[in-house]
């Protein structure tokens, strides 16, 4: 189940790279939360504890539940569907995935840990999840995509220390999810206002206010 969970990681982070409906991102991501949930009790399934299944059950119903929910009103609201002209076009983004997959096997195989990880691919995917959600940043013009970047960024966060020390202590956790709650509140009521400002959410188009 581990592997599969890793495995099922690496290939919502490739589909990201090529998707321009807005809707099936949220999605993706909304999965990916979930999956890091599981990740987190089966890598520690033989020392699991009552407080580590709350903190993997806080996450996953935070980041697969409350997030999309708060970024589909965001989409009803801006009434836009998908993403038509990103800045890096999504063929060169599916191209670039694959770059920031091979980086992360390299870097991966680089990093010596005090405790081997539970599954060999764990650091390389929490790093190419991490890559992925500074690429939406960075290449998609959707204030809303680059939000869900923002999260995916979270999430190779949370598994790079799941992978690393196999447990974060509660209150880090606790602070890293109150941190993406807040960024993702906060952006919905920026997409809010950009789309009445604008009539859409790209937000290249904020470099018009400037005096």
Known sequence: ????????????????????????????????????????????????????????????????????????????????????????????????????LGASLWLGSKIALTAAPLHPFAIPASFMTLFTGLFLIMA?????????????CENGIYMFGMAAVGEIPVLIELGILLDAFVAVFVMGIVIYHINREFDHIDSDQLNSLKG
Not at 140 to 152: I, N
């Open 140 to 152: 998609r013009k959707k204030a809303l995509l680059q939000c869900l970047g923002y999260v995916v």
């Open 1 to 100: 189940m581990l592997e599969l969970t890793v495995m099922l990681l690496l290939l919502a982070d490739m589909a990201l790279f090529g998707l321009s409906l807005l809707s099936t991102c949220i999605n993706i991501v909304a999965l990916q939360g979930v999956l890091l949930g599981f990740y987190a009790i089966f890598a520690q399934w033989h020392a699991l504890t009552p407080r580590l299944v709350i903190i993997a059950v806080i996450s996953a119903s935070l980041k697969g539940i409350v997030f999309p929910y708060l970024m589909r009103r965001a989409v009803k609201e801006a009434n836009v569907r998908r993403e038509i002209e990103p800045f890096v076009g999504y063929g060169l983004s599916v191209v670039a995935g694959l770059a920031f």
